[in-house]
């Protein structure tokens, strides 16, 4: 048995806690405990589960019942798993082919790791997206990027795995009905496409029963002539988007970011950085982030800057919404809020050359209260200063506290 415990002595707290666990398919299990003052958080896997999960307690005044608790996947794998090492955009749509509907290893968990190096759209994909389709089998789909050659060691400073559309199709598609799906650690980009999400789909168009993760990419000038030009994700389970750069997509409709659905346990969309998006001004209510469909979302950490209309919409409103940074809210009113920043110019490193790092006087370092411990987009963990920055990366210049902030 594993035990976790999360404790402090504060009003209204909640304790939320998920792990992925299970031999061959990956199930969350969640435990929730809600109590005045005290409380407390355990759970337990099976023997040998490589899950990682970190539990984080948190609070918000006034007995308002909020967030926080990450659970991450291991990036490692999981049990039974069947592991590709690719490095070409052929191999990797074989790995996909395979492990979909009808392929050699659709009956098992697939985990594809990916040598760092650009891998284009066209010969190898039908002149269509990179793309993996599997409606019926209850195993998981994962994807990482960053990998040496042979996959032996695979860190974010490895040269990036960019997945590339060259402006003529969409850059990934994923449909799994009843398995996990994890994408990691890759840019996908120049995506082109007359369906929602350009640079990432995951699960359109498919009836969702399972969980989904998507931390640690870039997705970035993609553009779709519907709705979602970078990103359209939908899970059920659990649905968490960390840490992960969105910046630079459009659609000729609506959500130029990202449209999110999440269902079943709360969703997370924690530590992003979603930027200079744009939605058609003939239709555009959302150029950030949408998120809506039935499950509680917790929105925390992000930085909302620059995109045209609505940085983030709330389609339901059972969102809880603390220390983001954004210029307009739209939809319905948020379940909680606390800690936000308001028309707060972030004070990018270079936004018109694409670095959305924070400079040493941006008002967003170490302001959040909501310590997270999982690592930002350049691998770098939460927090390196006591607090946690907002967006997709953390501070590592002046933890030192020289820069007077």
């Known amino acids: 048995m594993s035990q976790a415990t999360c404790s402090f002595s504060r009003k209204a707290a909640i304790v939320i806690a998920a792990e992925m666990a299970g031999e061959g398919h990956a199930v969350f299990l969640a435990q929730f405990a809600y109590y005045q003052g005290r409380q407390a958080w355990k759970g337990n896997r099976p023997s040998g589960d490589p899950m990682q999960s970190t539990p984080i307690c948190s609070y918000l005044p006034n007995g308002l019942r909020v967030i926080l608790a990450a659970s991450l996947f291991a990036v490692s794998g999981w049990s039974h798993a069947h592991p590709f090492c690719v490095a070409t955009a052929q191999q990797f749509q074989d790995a996909l082919t395979q492990s979909s509907n009808g392929g050699v290893y659709n009956g098992e968990d697939n985990d594809i790791y990916m040598v760092g190096g650009t891998y284009h759209t066209g010969a190898a994909t039908g002149n269509a997206p990179f793309f993996y389709y599997s409606p019926n089998s209850t ?86 002539s519907v709705d979602a030009g970078g990103l359209y994700a939908s899970g059920d389970s659990r649905l968490s988007v960390i840490s992960n750069l969105i910046a630079d997509n459009s659609t000729d409709a609506n959500y130029g970011g990202a449209y999110l659905t999440g269902f079943g346990l709360p969703s997370l969309v924690y530590n992003n950085t979603v930027t200079q998006n744009f939605a058609s001004t003939t239709s555009a209510t959302v150029g950030g982030l949408y998120f809506g469909g039935g499950a509680v979302v917790d929105i925390l950490n992000n930085i909302f800057w620059n995109n045209n209309s609505v940085g983030l919409y709330l389609g339901n409103s059972s969102a809880n919404v603390v220390f983001n940074a954004y210029g ?78």
Do not use: M
């Open 139 to 224: 195993h998981a789909i994962k994807i990482v990027g960053g990998y040496a050659a042979g996959c032996s060691t695979g860190t974010s400073q490895t040269p990036p795995t960019t997945l590339d559309g060259g402006g003529n199709t969409g850059v990934l598609t994923i449909r799994n009905s009843h398995g996990n799906v994890i994408v990691q650690q890759l840019t996908l980009q120049n995506g082109e496409s007359a369906e929602p999400g350009a640079g990432l789909q995951v699960n359109y168009l498919v009836t969702v029963n399972a969980s989904v993760l998507i931390r640690k990419n870039i997705i970035r000038n993609n553009h779709s």
């Open 328 to 405: 307009t809210l739209g939809g319905n009113a948020p379940a909680a809020t606390y800690g936000n920043f308001v028309k707060v110019n972030p004070k990018f490193l270079n936004a018109s050359g694409g670095d959305f790092h924070l400079i040493g006087i941006s008002p967003l370092l170490g302001v959040s209260t909501e310590l997270v411990t999982y690592d930002d987009l350049d691998g770098n963990l939460h927090p390196q200063s006591g607090k946690v920055d907002l967006g997709a990366y953390e501070d590592t210049i002046f933890t030192d506290g020289l820069d007077g902030g």
